[in-house]
Each structure stands twice: as structure tokens, then as C-alpha cells.
């Protein structure tokens, strides 16, 4: 059964950086793309990044500059660089994959993912 496990996530001061990890299992997610959404309390799940098989990358306005998404095809693991963060960043981190073609504008949206991790708490303090 596939499995998408993320670790990283913990408390740090506004302007700070951390470093999210996304690992997979139980199938190959080598020809898929794979995202990064997040969740704040009250809030809807929003996208923040994704990554094509062939290392495209995606990312919401408000993380472009201070984010980046990579991944190794052949470890199944994807990353989530976070600089320069706000408090405004503080929410439940989740990755996900799309299994099977995917446009622009469905990698954005988080109801066309098919694999969910459990989410990982990123907390920015001011």
C-alpha cells in the first residue's frame, strides 16, 4: 500500500528557515507529480508547490522566492526548503501525489491528489 510520510516540520523564529522531507513507499512515484500543500487552523487547504517527473516546478505567489521544492526520483523523496519564513506560514504541511496526467491548473488544487501524507507542524513564531 502506498504511503507518503512527512518529517521536518517544528517552532522557529519569524525570518528562519527549515527544511520539510517527504518520503514514499510501497509504489514509485517517479512519473507523477508531487506537491506540497499546508493547512492553517480555520482555513482551507492551500497549495504551495509541486514538482514535475521531470523536475518542473510550481509554487503559490506568497512562498515564491523564499521556497523550493526538489526531489530524488530514485530515493522516492521529495523536499520542501523553507526560507525566510513568516508567521503567516505557520500550518500543517502535507505532500501528496497525482497519479495519471495533471494540468497547470489541477496540480493547484488539492481535491485532484490521489496519496496524502499525515501532515507535518510548521509553527512561526514573531
Known amino acids: 500500500q502506498a504511503q507518503l510520510v512527512e518529517s521536518g516540520g517544528g517552532l522557529v523564529p519569524a525570518g528562519g528557515s527549515l527544511t520539510l522531507s517527504c518520503v514514499a513507499s510501497g509504489r514509485t512515484f517517479s512519473s507523477n507529480i508531487l506537491g506540497w500543500f499546508r493547512q492553517a487552523p480555520g482555513k482551507e487547504r492551500e497549495f504551495v508547490a509541486a514538482?514535475?517527473?521531470?523536475?518542473?516546478?510550481y509554487y503559490a505567489d506568497s512562498v515564491t522566492g523564499r521556497f523550493a521544492i526538489s526531489r530524488d526520483v530514485a530515493k522516492n523523496t521529495m523536499w520542501l526548503q523553507l526560507n525566510n519564513l513568516k508567521p503567516e506560514d505557520t500550518a500543517v504541511y502535507y505532500c501528496?501525489?497525482?497519479?495519471?496526467?495533471?494540468?497547470?491548473?489541477?496540480?493547484?488544487?488539492?481535491?485532484?491528489?490521489?496519496?496524502w501524507g499525515q501532515g507535518t507542524q510548521v509553527t512561526v513564531s514573531s
Open positions: 501528496a501525489a497525482f497519479v495519471g496526467s495533471v494540468s497547470d491548473y489541477a496540480l493547484r488544487r488539492p481535491y485532484g491528489y490521489d496519496y
Open positions: 514538482i514535475g517527473w521531470a523536475g518542473s516546478q
